[in-house]
Structures are given as structure tokens and as C-alpha cells.
């Protein structure tokens, strides 16, 4: 059992919690995920590492409500437990030192990039932070993202707050102004598919974390299936991570796609 020791409302529907569970703190590196699965008879819901904290042996997630059990999730109070939390599963991000590294995140996908965003910084990189969402109630971290990263842009869709666009529109504004070595970037499938659109001209390596339907996490099930450069892939050992210019964006939105009747009828229970 982990007992959850805060809960903040970042915005409607994201809510941050931070949970005990020291020995996923323990081993825990940027990038990797987690398995967490409320009770007994829960769904088992990946979710990022988004901060790991060795000292308290406390992890923070966030998670944004989307079907039932991630509301469920985000309606447990501190001093609640979670059942279950495997980790951490999955390949850590490549921290080197690249030269000027563009970090991008589109909604909740900005906290997945978080703990990689410090560790690149300590490695000597520039690191330039693009944070989008629909509107300005829905970005997230712009305050803890300002002391690690060199620069912090922010997007939305309406105009709400910071630069009117998508995350491409300071991407390409970023591009145009200075050299960029590297760009990591997680958020929604068609945004990830859109800043390696932008990357590619100019030949910049972008890395994407795919949020790929995952189940058990080991590479047995297939559920996160995906096609990286014509080879078949599984997103939960193989990744999440992959070199964007290789995965098909497209198949991968379609596989997505395929329990949203089921998706349905549980939040309506
Ligand atoms: C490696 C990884 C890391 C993730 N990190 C975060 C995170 O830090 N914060 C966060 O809010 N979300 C994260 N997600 C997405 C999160 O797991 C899903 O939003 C969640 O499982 C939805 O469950 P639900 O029952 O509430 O919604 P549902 O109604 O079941 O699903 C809503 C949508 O969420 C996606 N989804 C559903 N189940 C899964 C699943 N098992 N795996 C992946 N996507 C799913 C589908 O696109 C689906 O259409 C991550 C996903 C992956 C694969």
C-alpha cells in the first residue's frame, strides 16, 4: 500500500500527487513510468514519473482526468492509499550533453519531461522549455520549469496566455533564432507527429515519448504495439522513447482509438 502524502489541483481536471513509495523512488531515472492500479479489482493505469524525491522516498504524479480510472484516481484525498505501484518500467531518456536542447510538452505531457528538463540541465545543456495547452488554464509547471530551464515559452491554442499557436509555432520561432541540437518532446499523438514535422527540414534529432495503450508492461501483451522504422515495437520495453523521425505516427492514433466504446461505458457506470 502507498499512502498518498499530498494532493494540489494544478488545474481542473490535473491533479498532482505525491505518493510514498520508496523503493520506486530508489531506482527511479527521468523518463520512466509507472504502473499504478488503485484496488484489487483496479485498471492498470501508466502514469510518469514526474518527480522523485530519495530523501522523503515520496514520487509525484501527474495525472490528468480523462476516463474512470483516472477520475477515480484523482479523487483520493492524502492520507489515502494506492493498491499498487510497479516500477519504475521503461528506458530512462539519454541525458548527455547535446549543446541546446528544446523540451516540449503539450498538457500533461510537460510533466513527463520535467525530471529529464533538470537532468540535461545539470549536464551543462542550454535547455529551451515550449509549454502548450488549449487554453491558459491548462498549463502546468510554468513556475518549476523557470529555475531549471534557460528559457520558458508558453502557447496556447486561443490566445488565453503566452503566444497564440501551437507548440510548433515557438518551436519554429526557436529554430529560426538559434541553433537547436536536440528536441524531446511528449504530449498528444498528433502534436508529437507535428513537432517531428517540424524537426525534420532541419534535421534535428526529436525524441518522442509515445503514450502508447499499455497494459502489463513486460512486452508480452502486444497492447502497445507500434511501428518504428517498418519494425514492430512495444512501446513498454522497447520505449517509451523513440527516435520520432521512425515511428508511424498514424498507426499508432488509430490503435489508440480502438476501446473508446469501452472508454464510454465505464465512465458511465
Ligand atoms: C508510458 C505512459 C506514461 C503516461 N503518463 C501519464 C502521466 O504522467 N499523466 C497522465 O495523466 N497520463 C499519463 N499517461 C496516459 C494515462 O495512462 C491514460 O490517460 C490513462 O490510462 C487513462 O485511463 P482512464 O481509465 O482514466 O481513461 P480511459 O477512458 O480508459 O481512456 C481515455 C484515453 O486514455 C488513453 N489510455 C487509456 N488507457 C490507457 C493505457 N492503459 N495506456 C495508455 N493510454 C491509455 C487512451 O488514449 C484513451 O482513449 C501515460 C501513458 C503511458 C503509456
Known sequence: MHKIVEKKQLADTITL????????VREAKPGQFVIVRLDEFGERIPLTICDADRARGVLTLIIQQLGRSTKDL???????????????????????????????GGGVGAAELYTAAKALKEKGNKVITIIGARNKSLIILEDEFKPIA????????????????????????VISEQKVDRIICCGPIPMMKAVTTTAKPHNI?????????????????????????????????????????????????????????????????
Not at 17 to 24: C, I, Q, Y
Not at 79 to 103: A, C, H, M, S, Y
Not at 150 to 173: H, M, N, P, Q, W
Open 17 to 24: 500527487l505525491k505518493v510514498e513509495a520508496p523503493m520506486v
Open 74 to 104: 484523482c479523487a483520493l484525498k492524502a492520507g489515502d492509499q494506492i493498491r499498487d505501484i510497479l516500477g519504475p518500467l521503461g528506458n530512462p531518456t539519454e541525458i548527455e550533453k547535446f549543446g541546446t536542447v528544446v523540451i516540449i
Open 150 to 173: 534557460d528559457e520558458v515559452l508558453i502557447t496556447t491554442d486561443d490566445g488565453s496566455y503566452g503566444i497564440k499557436g501551437f507548440v510548433t509555432d515557438a518551436l519554429k520561432k
Open 205 to 269: 534529432p526529436a525524441i518522442v515519448s509515445l503514450n502508447a495503450i499499455l497494459l502489463d508492461a513486460t512486452g508480452m501483451c502486444g497492447s502497445c504495439r507500434c511501428t518504428i522504422e517498418g519494425k514492430t515495437k512495444f512501446s513498454c520495453v522497447d520505449g517509451p522513447e523513440f527516435d520520432g523521425y521512425k515511428v508511424d505516427f498514424d498507426e499508432l492514433m488509430a490503435r489508440n482509438k480502438r476501446f473508446l466504446d469501452e472508454e464510454r461505458r465505464a465512465l458511465e457506470v
